[in-house]
C-alpha cells in the first residue's frame, strides 16, 4: 500500500477505538470521530500536495535529519510505490550475499520485485554537473566550481544486479535483472550515452519499470521475494 493509505488507515483505526471509548461513556464520539477525521484529511491533502511526508515522517521515524543519500533514496521509494501497482515490491537497502565481496555481501539501494521482472536502482545525491564515461572506474563531478569525483553508478548497478542473479542461481531461479541509476540532484554530461538508463525525476522510475516489465516473461514473485528475503537477512547476521 502507498503510504498516504498506510496514514489513513492508521488514523481511522485510532478513530474507531475513541469512538468505542465515547460509546461506553468515556469520551464524546462525535467530537472525537469529527477530530481525527480533519486530522486524517489534512495528512492525506498535504502529503498529495507537497511530498511532507517523504522527508518528515522517516526524520521523526529515526530522530535526526536525513542526509542528502537518505533524501534521495527515499525519493526514489515513494516515487515507485506510488507510481507502481500494488502488484509490486518495493525494497530499500537490501542486502544480497555475494562470493565477490570482501565483507560477503553488496547493498541495493532501491529493488523493485514485479510479476514480470526484477529491478535495482543504484542512487546518488551529488550535485552539480557529473562526467559520465562508460569506461571509467570514476566519474567527474563539477558542483559550483567545486572539482572533485563519485563511483562511476552504471558499474556500481551492473555488479549489484550480477550479484543478484548470482544469488537467485545458487537458490534454483534463473532471471535476468534490469538496472537504472536515479540522479536527482545532478545535471548529466555525457559524450556517449551511458551503458544503462540514467533518470533525474522520480516519475520516470515506476515509467521505466513499467515499460521493461511488458518485455518480461511472468516470474514467482512470492518465490523471488522469499528467497531475497532470507539473503538480506542472513547478510544482516554477518
Not at 548497478?157 to 538496472?179: C, F, H, M, P, T
Amino acid at each position: 500500500k502507498s503510504l498516504d493509505m498506510r496514514i489513513i488507515v492508521g488514523l481511522l483505526s485510532v478513530s474507531a477505538a475513541l469512538t468505542f471509548l465515547g460509546m461506553v461513556g468515556r469520551i464524546d464520539a462525535f467530537f472525537t470521530l469529527l477530530t481525527v477525521s480533519t486530522i486524517v484529511y489534512g495528512v492525506f491533502r498535504a502529503y498529495k500536495a507537497t511530498g511532507w511526508s517523504k522527508f518528515t515522517i522517516r526524520k521523526l521515524a529515526i530522530g535526526r535529519s536525513l542526509t542528502s543519500g537518505e533524501k534521495a533514496e527515499l525519493d526514489a521509494d515513494f516515487a515507485l510505490k506510488e507510481g507502481l501497482s500494488e502488484d509490486y515490491l518495493v525494497w530499500r537497502n537490501v542486502f544480497i550475499p555475494s562470493k565477490t565481496s570482501t565483507v560477503g555481501a553488496i547493498e541495493v539501494d532501491i529493488i523493485v520485485i514485479g510479476p514480470h521482472g526484477l529491478f535495482n536502482f543504484e542512487v546518488k545525491s551529488h550535485k552539480g554537473n557529473v562526467f559520465a564515461e562508460n569506461g571509467s572506474r570514476q566519474w567527474k563531478v563539477v558542483n559550483s566550481g567545486v572539482e572533485s569525483y563519485m563511483r562511476n553508478p552504471v558499474q556500481q548497478a551492473k555488479v549489484q544486479a550480477k550479484a543478484i542473479e548470482d544469488y537467485l542461481r545458487e537458490n534454483g531461479v534463473a532471471l535476468r535483472v534490469k538496472s537504472a541509476v536515479f540522479m536527482p540532484n545532478a545535471s548529466l554530461v555525457a559524450k556517449v550515452k551511458p551503458h544503462l538508463p540514467i533518470y533525474s525525476k522520480g516519475s520516470f522510475l515506476p515509467a521505466y519499470v513499467n515499460t521493461a516489465s511488458d518485455e518480461g516473461k511472468p516470474i514467482d514473485v512470492r518465490k523471488i521475494q522469499d528467497i531475497i528475503f532470507e539473503g538480506h537477512r542472513s547478510a544482516q547476521k554477518r
